[in-house]
């Protein structure tokens, strides 16, 4: 079964422990993430030098898919270029929404464990709201939500 | 009190076999990968037994056309069986007569059309009204866009830690500026049952008429409009085992005759020229347009079908379920009730520590224990507890107790999931 698959100890894991959490003193960008669904909010702070992602931190309130999400993402993104980033940010959105065939050449990972999401509609948004946030961060748009925009849309035409 | 009904033992439904009961439901024979459906969001919308999709079947296929219009024979039956369902409503709440019942979309319809008919008309610049913090999102949203549009205020009645309104606090409220109440009768986030009738009262020594959201109410509890002097009273059939698409409001016709009308269109005038419209009489002066005549027909035979069971037998087996699963859900350590008011119907709000609803959801989903998980549409509450979202069991008179035993082993498999 589906939720069987998606909630892996790699998820649970990052759940317990995500990675890079918090919040960033010196930040280039920054966005807040909402899901105005279900509440959820998620603060993501980067730095951005010579377009290379230095340092990046989340924070925020979310269920264990959007926060190992936000976790898996930050371990991702950290250290590559904003090139890179968006990318990664292209291809996990396209996974999510089953649109990305994972045997053929891509960038995730072990991101493609979240592939098992795109059977569950109502949760796409939780999985996809870090990379959501990051994209606006990186467009210096201080708000994201997962209901006013292109990819936004894209996710509710998959609903 | 309001709900004498439910302190009932359990030999008031003992005799009634429901098990046969639920069987009457075909949906919840469905399997969900493999797994029985155990359907626990009846708070969010109930399920329909064969008696009422029977009637919507035989109404499609042997009775409709359109109503109030044409001569012939199947208008004819149409508006009879229309009218039927009206007046089914009616005995249903005992409303003093059927021209008090209006057909609507559901319930957010029914208080949208008060705030438009009533509140557009009679309230006005520094007028307050008194809303509660257990409103449904429907009994907020439409008073703030008139206090917005009119330069009104909104006051709002606290709760208590157990989720109980704090009525002390309602009445300290009054005062002259004060032309309106909106209330909800039992809480869609918690199943708190709020002593309605004590607050009608108060409000009417101060001459304020009083809107009640019975949505989660009208299936549990026995509502009787006049008996509680309620001026509106509001609820959707989709919610006692009928369609979408449809419910009512109830108004005290002198007031429904002083209102404005909400929609303009067919069928609520009785006359019209490019110089003047005349409106129709009540209650077809707040029902423009073909109105949803086989939810309708559908509704009133949801009510047959509840009635024939009597809601006091529902209300006491329901509170059985209710009373069997606080007990089991306070046994596993972690968990928290939220919503412990005295006064309640079978809703129990949970969450689980260091777990988010949402995956509480899935995962016992995967069990096909269906739960609804969020905020409930009642935000205001969520903020008074501190908690983002909930997770929301709401049981109806077809669930059964081994039913609460798989919740209960549903949410022992969430916990070893994240341990």
């Given at each position: 079964m589906v939720t069987k698959s998606l909630y892996q100890e790699v998820i649970l894991d990052h759940n317990r422990k995500p990675?890079?959490?918090?919040?960033?003193?010196?930040?280039?960008?920054?966005?807040?993430?909402?899901?105005?669904?279900?509440?959820?909010?998620?603060?993501?702070?980067?730095?951005?030098?010579?377009?290379?992602?230095?340092?990046?931190?989340?924070?925020?309130?979310?269920?264990?898919?959007?926060?190992?999400?936000?976790?898996?993402?930050?371990?991702?993104?950290?250290?590559?270029?904003?090139?890179?980033?968006?990318?990664?940010?292209?291809?996990?959105?396209?996974?999510?929404?089953?649109?990305?065939?994972?045997?053929?050449?891509?960038?995730l990972g072990r991101l493609t464990i979240f592939s098992g999401i795109r059977d569950l509609p109502t949760r796409v948004k939780c999985a996809i709201l870090p990379w959501h946030t990051l994209q606006a961060a990186l467009n210096s748009i201080d708000n994201a939500s997962t209901e006013n925009n292109d990819s936004a849309q894209a996710v509710s035409s998959k609903l | 009190m309001d709900s004498a009904n439910i302190s009932l033992k359990p030999e008031a439904f003992s005799d009634l076999d429901w098990e046969k009961i639920r069987a009457d439901f075909p949906i919840l024979k469905l399997k969900i990968d493999g797994k029985p459906l155990i359907y626990l969001d009846n708070a969010a919308s109930s399920q329909m037994p064969q008696q009422v999709i029977d009637r919507l079947v035989r109404y499609q296929t042997t009775q409709h056309a359109n109503i109030n219009r044409a001569v012939h024979y199947l208008s004819e039956v149409a508006t009879m069986e229309y009218h039927k369902a009206r007046c089914k409503l009616q005995q249903f709440i005992n409303a003093r007569e059927d021209r008090e019942i209006i057909f609507t979309s559901g319930t957010t319809d029914s208080i949208n059309l008060v705030m438009h008919g009533y509140g557009r008309k009679f309230i006005k610049a520094g007028d307050e009204i008194i809303l509660t913090t257990l409103e449904h999102h429907s009994n907020i949203v439409p008073w703030q866009m008139l206090a917005n549009e009119k330069g009104a205020k909104i006051r709002v009645v606290p709760i208590n830690d157990k989720g109980e309104l704090e009525v002390d606090e309602y009445e300290k409220l009054f005062n002259e500026r004060t032309k309106f109440v909106g209330l909800i009768h039992v809480s869609n986030a918690l199943g708190t049952i709020n002593p309605i009738k004590r607050m009608i009262d108060f409000a009417h020594q101060h001459g304020v008429p009083v809107l009640i959201d019975g949505a989660q109410a009208a299936p549990h509890i026995i509502v009787d409009v006049q008996a509680l002097d309620c001026d509106f009273y509001a609820f959707s059939a989709h919610k006692l085992c009928g369609p979408t698409g449809v419910g009512i409001l109830y108004g005290k016709a002198a007031l429904l005759e002083a209102m404005q009308p909400f929609k303009g269109g067919g069928d609520m005038i009785?006359?019209?020229?490019?110089?003047?419209?005349?409106?129709?009489?009540?209650?077809?002066?707040?029902?423009?347009?073909?109105?949803?005549?086989?939810?309708?027909?559908?509704?009133?035979?949801?009510?047959?079908?509840?009635?024939?069971?009597?809601?006091?037998?529902?209300?006491?087996?329901?509170?059985?379920?209710?009373?069997?699963?606080?007990?089991?859900?306070?046994?596993?350590?972690?968990?928290?009730?939220?919503?412990?008011?005295?006064?309640?119907?079978?809703?129990?709000?949970?969450?689980?520590?260091?777990?988010?609803?949402?995956?509480?959801?899935?995962?016992?989903?995967?069990?096909?224990?269906?739960?609804?998980?969020?905020?409930?549409?009642?935000?205001?509450?969520?903020?008074?507890?501190?908690?983002?979202?909930?997770?929301?069991?709401?049981?109806?008179?077809?669930?059964?107790?081994?039913?609460?035993?798989?919740l209960i082993a549903g949410i022992k498999t969430v916990q070893k999931v994240f341990l």
């Open positions: 990675r890079n959490y918090g919040k960033l003193d010196y930040a280039s960008h920054h966005a807040v993430g909402h899901n105005p669904l279900c509440g959820d909010r998620l603060d993501i702070t980067l730095q951005l030098e010579n377009d290379q992602i230095n340092n990046i931190a989340f924070e925020g309130e979310s269920c264990a898919i959007c926060k190992a999400s936000a976790s898996m993402m930050t371990a991702a993104v950290k250290g590559r270029s904003r090139l890179d980033a968006e990318i990664l940010i292209h291809e996990f959105r396209e996974l999510a929404t089953g649109k990305l065939d994972i045997d053929h050449p891509h960038h | 009785a006359s019209v020229s490019f110089e003047k419209t005349t409106y129709n009489t009540i209650p077809h002066k707040f029902e423009a347009g073909t109105p949803p005549i086989a939810a309708a027909i559908g509704f009133g035979a949801a009510i047959d079908y509840l009635m024939a069971i009597g809601i006091k037998s529902i209300a006491a087996y329901e509170l059985a379920l209710l009373d069997y699963a606080t007990e089991c859900l306070n046994e596993i350590p972690g968990v928290r009730i939220i919503g412990t008011a005295a006064e309640k119907t079978a809703v129990i709000s949970f969450t689980i520590d260091g777990i988010h609803p949402h995956d509480i959801g899935t995962i016992l989903n995967q069990d096909g224990i269906a739960v609804r998980t969020g905020h409930h549409c009642a935000q205001p509450v969520m903020q008074r507890f501190k908690v983002p979202a909930t997770s929301r069991a709401s049981f109806a008179f077809y669930n059964r107790k081994t039913e609460v035993d798989a």
